[in-house]
T-cell receptor
Framework: AQSVTQLDSHVSVSEGTPVLLRCNYS??????LFWYVQHPNKGLQLLLK??????LVKGINGFEAEFKKSETSFHLTKPSAHMSDAAEYFC?????????FGAGTRLTVKP | EAGVAQSPRYKIIEKRQSVAFWCNPI?????LYWYQQILGQGPKLLIQ????????DSQLPKDRFSAERLKGVDSTLKIQPAKLEDSAVYLC?????????????????FGPGTRLTVL
């Protein structure tokens, strides 16, 4: 069985400050891990993915995530938040066909 | 390229009524997924098709939910009869193929979803 825990349901940052969205996972196998973003009234969009290659993964819009096996974590970061980053973010663990989504973290960006 | 299309975008029904959702995946995508996203939760897979065959429907409440993809292209998801707890956003996604041991992940592309409210 596998599961994902997103440690914060809501994160609020000021524009231009760093973003950290935390994700811990549980998996019996070597997992694939992803971050998706969901803007209001829009479909989920893939930000980045880890599939057992480099542990530091760079995604779109300046986001990156680091896979830490010892900590079973896959935290999402961005050096400087932009207003357009305000959205819901989902951490996902996958083994073949079985994709499990976290409950989501709502990111608010204050001017 | 055109994305995943879903209709309707919004639907309000009373409990015990029936409802159907439609999804048209990206052209050429063999695999189609239906997810249920309840408010405050992440999406949960209901059913996965590859072409017109079911790959996984283990989390589909089969007493009231049904889905088909007869020609291996577009798909419909039906709820009959609806319950209050079915209120959610129903997401459709598609991918080129099914993940396998040698191709760990085929990116899923999501549609905008159908927001269902059951009164």
């Amino acid at each position: 069985a596998q599961s994902v825990t997103q440690l914060d349901s809501h994160v609020s940052v000021s524009e231009g400050t760093p973003v950290l969205l935390r994700c811990n996972y549980s998996s019996s196998y070597s997992p694939s891990l992803f971050w998706y973003v969901q803007h209001p009234n829009k479909g989920l969009q893939l930000l980045l993915k880890y599939t057992s290659a480099a542990t530091l993964v760079k995604g779109i819009n300046g986001f990156e995530a680091e896979f830490k096996k010892s900590e079973t974590s896959f935290h999402l970061t961005k050096p400087s938040a932009h207003m357009s980053d305000a959205a819901e973010y989902f951490c996902v663990v996958s083994n073949n066909n079985d994709m499990r989504f976290g409950a989501g973290t709502r990111l608010t960006v204050k001017p | 390229e055109a994305g995943v299309a879903q209709s309707p975008r919004y639907k309000i029904i009373e409990k015990r009524q029936s409802v159907a959702f439609w999804c048209n995946p990206i052209s050429g995508h063999a695999t189609l997924y239906w997810y249920q996203q309840i408010l405050g939760q992440g999406p949960k897979l209901l059913i996965q098709f590859q072409n017109n065959g079911v790959v996984d429907d283990s989390q589909l409440p089969k007493d009231r939910f049904s889905a088909e993809r007869l020609k291996g292209v577009d798909s419909t998801l039906k709820i009959q009869p609806a319950k209050l707890e079915d209120s959610a956003v129903y997401l459709c996604a598609s991918s080129l193929d099914v993940p396998s041991a040698w191709n760990l992940y085929n990116e899923q592309f999501f549609g905008p979803g159908t927001r269902l409210t059951v009164l």
